[in-house]
């Protein structure tokens, strides 16, 4: 029988987990049997029967087709396969070893999203603050945060990221972090950088109200954490995908138990291998929004739809919806855009996210005319500025260097 394991979606309940896949391979003529078949590959079951296989083992830890939606083209279809949560913990890397194992290796096969019954989402992490945590923390209670991506990125000593940093700070920054190419060189130690950095910042009054989200990326992240922790260190970053999802879902629930309130920068360092590709790897959304949520990312940079990496309008939206979409117990998380922001492009940002998101730039910041404070004063004007309605930003000359320099976004 073809579809011995098909069944309806309302039929599987809270002890599955589904899966959802856009498949498209004109090798594969028929589109039942192959999702058929990813379905035993993902579960119980192979290309062939083998030894052991019983039908009662198949009934009870065989992933379950749920549907299947053939598309205008002839060799494509979404498809919806259930997997039963007996067959692996909750926790990400095996979690994904369920849903994009060995699938992902095929041609034309792209994991589009994963819904997570209840029970597995009270047992992952989430984000440690949140958006409302933040917010509280910093006394930012309605606009958008103003970003600062440190700059020169690399090759330069603590104390020249320490300027840099209260520089922006005292233009508006309430969020600055490491570049994801900055973590623990000799040139520029991560304890020594964090200890520099939030001198500057407590010089200037800034230390309690602008997050300083040191790159802890590298080997025993747990150990890294807490030794930036103890040296002051108000916010941590990860690069996440180039971590591993274990180690970040790891450093979060290690921080988690011992009681840690400090938000978690997540950055996406390589992930477009994943989400590029319009027919393999794992959609936009998923890969940089939900999943990086779930692992404990309180903000997770997202790129902008301009620019240079690939990101569509619809999947920048999307991208944030799941990110701060109610997700109980999860809390929700800041996107964070970066990449090419700059005070002319607040208004077109805003307009499409609205005001939970960090609006976070380097070049944007570092390289105003007037230096790095008047480029963080920028930002925040125009931020202003679409808050209330009665403020024009050309009112203020930062923005209006800014927006000579590099125009406004429409």
């Known amino acids: 029988m073809l579809f011995e394991t098909m069944t309806l979606p309302e039929s599987v309940g809270e002890n599955y987990l589904i899966a959802t896949y856009y498949m498209n391979n004109p090798a594969e003529k028929d589109l039942y ?20 296989e019983t039908p009662e083992v198949i009934e009870r830890y065989g992933a379950k087709v749920i549907g299947i939606y053939p598309m205008a083209e002839e060799y494509a279809c979404v498809a919806r396969i259930a997997f039963p949560v007996a067959n692996f913990q909750a926790y990400m890397p095996m979690i994904m070893s369920t849903v994009a194992g060995n699938v992902l290796g095929q041609d034309g096969i792209r ?9 597995i989402l009270a047992q992952l992490p989430g984000p440690l603050m949140g958006i409302e945590g933040i917010r509280g923390k910093l006394g930012v209670a309605e606009r958008p945060l103003v970003g600062a991506i440190l700059k020169p990125c690399i090759g330069v000593p603590p104390e020249t990221s320490a300027v840099g940093a209260a520089k922006a700070a005292a233009g ?23 200890k520099t950095v939030m001198e500057h910042l407590r010089a200037i009054g800034k230390d309690k109200s602008c997050l300083y989200a040191v790159n802890i990326t590298g080997e025993n992240m747990v150990e890294r954490a807490v030794r930036a922790i103890d040296a002051g260190a108000n916010a941590i970053m990860v690069n996440y995908q180039a971590a591993g999802w274990g180690a970040t879902e790891d450093l979060t629930r290690a921080l ?9 920068f997540g950055h996406c360092a390589g992930m477009g291998a994943y989400y590029r590709s319009a027919k393999n790897g794992i959609a936009t959304a998923l890969s940089v929004g939900k999943l990086a949520r779930l692992i404990g990312m309180d903000m997770a940079l997202v790129y902008p739809d301009s620019g240079r990496f690939g990101i569509a309008t619809g999947e920048l939206v999307e991208s944030h919806a799941q990110l701060i979409a109610p997700m109980a117990p999860i809390k929700r998380a800041f996107i964070t855009v970066a990449g090419g922001v700059h005070a002319g492009t607040i208004r077109y ?42 403020l024009d930003p050309n009112d203020s000359p930062e923005y209006r260097r800014a927006v000579e320099k590099w125009g406004i976004q429409k």
């Open 256 to 264: 988690k138990r011992q009681g840690v309130q400090i938000p978690i």
């Open 172 to 194: 508006g920054a309430d969020v600055i972090k490491d570049d994801e190419l900055l973590s623990d060189p000799e040139y520029s130690p991560m304890i020594t950088r964090v």
């Open 349 to 390: 940002l805003m307009n499409l996210l609205g005001n939970d998101a960090v609006l976070m730039a380097g070049g944007g910041i570092y390289g105003h005319p007037d230096g790095a404070t008047a480029g963080a004063a920028s930002i925040l004007k125009a931020i202003e500025a679409e808050m209330n309605p009665a």
């Open 111 to 119: 994991l589009v999203d994963v819904e997570l019954p209840a029970r």
């Open 33 to 52: 049997a192959w999702v058929k078949l990813v379905a035993a590959d993902q579960s119980a079951g192979t290309w062939t029967h083998v030894e052991g």
